[in-house]
């Protein structure tokens, strides 16, 4: 007899899907896998979803999910799609809720160090949410809020309804307070930096249309961004339409009517597919390049001055540190440049005229303020869009977020559907409603949790305030891989020793489950039903996730889960309001339909909606980003404390933090590259950007997506030819990187667009070590084994994860087996290992039940 694994394997073989964007294909390839779907009989029935990475179509034949198809307003689908089945079907589905076995046996006094041995007892549902009330009942009467660390919820899956950490939120909320957290791990500098100096975060701020920046832009440069690779995925239902607008800048780039400028020490995706060129900068050096254009601009008089004077603050306490009469006293010439960063000095110049002598429209990354300091190239980037001043002008300034969920493409202007509140109602107030933090900060830095463990009581500096780090005693994590985005995973095995009790939410067997003590398992956004923007900024439309199957093994919906919890406490009522999944999506449906009919923006009844499975509005008008701030500067003021543009700040100044002070400085690294600090032990800079297979960690339990770029069934590391036959190494070779902090196991990739001395392995890969052990080796990939665990400065507190040195060895001897993947080691009470149940009897079981 097959079982289910086998016969979804074959389901998944015949079902061949056209998803990779057809502008990267040859037509013939395109036409081939278009016939694939359309030339054969179907079974079953349609229904319609979507996901981060896209929206789709799936065909469903008795009860199975047996084949994925994008919707057919998407163009440019992406591979990432191919994973969809295996999101459902994963051999690493958390099946039943888990309790960690030592934790099982003597709660809070377990012996922690066991943590991540992956030995786990299975309870049922009921004793699972009744050990998590008695631990939260423990946690506020024992110590109080400070002890409860909550807001770890990270990307969550799609859906406004099942919105993972909204649930949490308002579940554990209704119980007691706890701390909460500050900025997140993708833009922590950044979203910190730029309200003092643009007024806003930016950073998650619709851009210029793309349309008016083919029409209007001379030159377009790329710093440390990579759109191709990263526009693959939004936050809510991702529409692709960006990548139309790529197509016709590759067209105007070969035609040599707009010029794009790719400044990163890497030959990137997009520059590759753009056939424009590259300015190499040593790695982490980039606001030494900007300070030496700042200083052509300045000293060549190929700035703005009238544009400084009439909409920005400070230039002239900027500019004598750029003279080399402040702070170093070094002068900011070209020539000071190229010895740090590695650009030419002619280069430089000839760059800085190059932007002042037409339209520029300057797009940042996110990658390049993930470093030490990160909060300077930010800034810089700021100052360099004002001295040439095209800042609210079509085609010129700044952006920080075109690379992101299809910024650019422009607004409906509909209006988006609600979501499910996080908030507890009106009036209402905790069981345990206790404010008393014991001295300690309610809210401290996302990326400074660790910190709060192994230091506990410390201040810090954060964005103008003190912070006391609290001791908490507890976490809670919801939809959300914390063994994924937090940096050096031996720092993390020492900060949980001091935890008593850690939870886990989720749909996936994740490295953050292996080391929690209570797992319950929550279904896919594919087992229950649910409705989602459809494009986070182009507002396309809303679009139905139908129920496609449901939910396997014992999983439940994040709804299900935190109201059955509330029900301990007699409040699920409360909780859901006294409403079913069902009519709160037509709830939403319904607010969104009526704030839009006053818009007159049609929407149709619901139950047309959700028989079509979507709604989609017109694209509406070309947009300039800061275009009525440069109108009229006093009407339209910016949210800095001036209202003006702040190349120095004064607010900034006022803190006195030497690693971030009134306006952008060079410092260096606490370890560099290329001649910096630490070179001479550990000469390879490692990036680990955002990934090209998948989204963050999401996706990497596919199999049929990791079959696609992983090299002896590990984690790919990107590498130059040069050092690569330094080494002795070749493409296909298994590796160890490692570092003081820790090592991993990765597969080679050798690419002739990586330099001497730059490494990358892509974040998001699963940490899966050999042990629970400190200093275990990482045996599938994961770069947050070896990254640096620091704050990027005093202001933002943000991931310094990009600030990292490594060396790479050929691994010698007998490889240890993957233990990414797959579900815990189920136990007894005396710890004897259980034989797992067959999928196909498990099956039998649950329905059963």
Known sequence: MHTRRQFLKGMAASAGVATVPSFLLGSGIVKAQEATTTSSPELGRWRFSGAHWGAFRAR??????????????????????????DVIYS???????????????????????????????????????????????????????????????????????????????????????????????????????????????????????????????????????????????????????????????????????????????????????????????NPM????????????LFTEELYDREFIDTYAMGFDDFTPYLMGKTIDMVEKTPEWAAEICGVAADDIRELARLMAAGRTQLMLGWAIQRQQHGEQPYWMGAI???????????????????????????SSGASMPGSFPLNLDTGRTPKHNNNDYKGYSSVIPVARVVDALLEPGKKINFNGTEVTLPPYKMAVFSGSNQWHRHQDRNRMKRAYLELETVLSVDYNWTATCRFADIVLPACTPYERNDLDAYGSYSNRGVIAMHKLVDPLYHSRSDFDIWRNFARRMNRDIEYSRNMDEMQWVRFLYEECRAENARKDIPMPPFEEFWETGYVLFPEGPNWVRHADFREDPEVNALGTPSGYIEIFSRRIASYGYDDCPGHPIWMEKA?????????????????????????????????????VYTVQGREP??????????????????????????????????????????????????YGPTGPEIGALDTYGDPNTVTLDVGTSQLAQGPSANTCLVEVEFFRGEAPAVTSFGGPIEVDID????????????????QAS
Request: glycine share 10%; proline share 5%.
């Open 717 to 766: 590391i990107y590498m130059g030819p040069e050092d690569a036959m330094m080494r002795g190494l070749k493409s296909g070779d298994l590796v160890r990187v490692f570092n003081d902090r820790g090592q991993l196991l990765a597969g080679l990739v050798v690419s002739p667009n990586f330099p001497k001395g730059v490494v990358r392995i892509q974040e998001g890969a699963w």
């Open 91 to 281: 051999a690493s589905r958390v099946r039943y809720p888990m309790v960690r076995l030592d934790w099982y046996r003597k709660r809070q006094h377990s012996d922690r160090s066991q943590r991540g041995d992956n030995r786990f007892i299975r309870v049922s549902w009921d004793e699972a949410l009744d050990l998590l009330y008695e631990e939260l009942e423990r946690i506020q009467k024992d110590y109080g809020p400070w002890a409860l660390h909550i807001a770890n919820v990270g990307w969550r899956s799609v859906g406004q309804v099942h919105s993972c950490g909204n649930h949490m939120l308002r579940g554990v909320g209704m119980h007691g307070n706890g701390v909460g957290t500050a900025g997140d791990y993708s833009t922590g500098a950044g979203q910190m930096i730029m309200p003092y100096i643009l007024g806003s975060t930016e950073v998650y701020s619709q851009g210029t249309s793309w349309d008016i920046i083919l029409q209007e832009t001379d030159t377009i440069i790329l710093w440390a961004n990579d759109p191709i690779k990263n526009l693959q995925v939004g936050w809510n239902t991702e529409t692709h339409e960006a990548f139309a607008y790529l197509e016709k800048l590759k067209d105007k780039v070969a035609a040599g009517e707009i010029k794009v400028i790719s400044i990163d020490p890497v030959k990137s995706k997009t520059q590759n597919y753009l056939g424009s060129d590259q300015l190499y900068v």
């Open 384 to 410: 360099l869009a004002s001295m040439l001043g095209q800042i609210g002008l079509p085609g010129g300034g700044i952006s920080y977020s075109h690379h992101y969920s299809s910024v650019g493409v422009n």
């Open 285 to 296: 050096t980039d606001v030494a390049l900007m300070l030496a254009i700042a200083h052509t």
């Open 60 to 85: 469903v034949v008795a009860d199975r999910v047996v084949e994925i198809k994008p919707f057919e307003f998407d163009k440019n689908p992406t591979p990432i799609l191919d994973g969809t089945l």
């Open 831 to 846: 710890g004897n290992p259980i034989q797992p149940v067959p999928d196909d009897e498990e099956e039998e079981e649950v």
């Open 671 to 707: 370890e560099r590259s290329h001649g910096g600090p630490g070179s001479d032990k550990y000469p390879l800079w490692l990036q680990s950007v955002h990934p090209d297979t998948r989204l963050h960690s999401q996706t990497c339990e596919s199999e049929t997506r990791r079959a």
